[in-house]
């Protein structure tokens, strides 16, 4: 059988269903949760809403990243592999990479006229098994990450806020330093890209404008993506 045939059985679409149900359903109970837990704190619904707003506009930008990378997924994984593995981890370069790896490893081409259902086999379990590291470590250490920042505060609750500014400064940072330092199409996205969201913050300082929270960011990664396809 051809492995093509594997990867897009019916078999696989039902597996692959049942974990992409249980993201689902946990992301529906995370948000019950929430909602739930704003009460308690004294959030308003306005505020929530906001948020939810914030989160769904913000998301646009990467999904379609990801999407546009989905396809060279799908062409050598297969539909359901793909649906499942970017519904739970999202990195589309990481699966790329890993199922490469796997494919290489039988000593044929990811997507080439030699893949087969064993090389196929063998992506699947290089880029199931090289994730685990990250959901043991989210599973282990989130309990434990509100001490963590506490400590890091020296038990001072007004530097809290500092500390959870300073670590997504140091997560965006790290993502994008790489393309700063190498000169080339990244480059100009990203420092676009940051332009563009430092204008928006400087004006919405004045302005106040609510739809300005809630776009700037997705403005300004499609802003920084169209500036480096012009130059």
């Not at 509100?146 to 890091?152: I, P, S």
């Not at 940051?194 to 802003?223: D, H, L, P, Q």
């Amino acid at each position: 059988m051809n492995y093509s045939e594997i990867a897009n059985s019916l078999v696989l679409w039902l597996a692959c269903g049942c974990g992409v149900a249980l993201v689902l359903f946990q992301a529906a109970v995370m948000t019950y949760k929430s909602v739930q837990a704003s009460r308690h704190l004294g959030i308003t619904s306005e505020q929530i809403r906001m948020a939810i707003n914030s989160s769904a506009v913000g998301s646009v930008g990467p999904s379609l990243a990801i999407l546009a990378g989905m396809v060279a997924l799908l062409v050598s994984m297969g539909g359901p592999i793909s649906w499942f593995r970017l519904s739970y981890i999202g990195a589309v370069a990481y699966e790329l990479m890993a199922a490469g790896f796997g494919a290489q490893a039988m000593g044929v081409t990811l997507g080439g006229a030699d893949m087969n259902a064993l090389a196929f086999a063998c992506g699947v379990w290089v880029m199931t098994l090289g994730s685990i590291g990250w959901v043991l470590f989210t599973a282990l250490a989130t309990p434990h990450m509100d001490k963590f920042r506490n400590v890091l505060a020296g038990g001072r609750k007004e530097l809290v806020p500092v500390v959870a500014v300073g670590a997504m400064c140091g997560a965006f940072s790290y993502l994008t330093i790489d393309r700063v330092v190498r000169f080339n199409s990244q480059t100009v996205a990203a420092v676009a890209g940051f332009i563009v969201m430092g204008a928006f913050t400087k004006y919405n300082m004045k302005a106040n404008k609510k739809w300005i929270r809630e776009w700037s960011f997705c403005i300004s990664m499609f802003v920084g993506m169209i500036i480096s396809v012009l130059f």
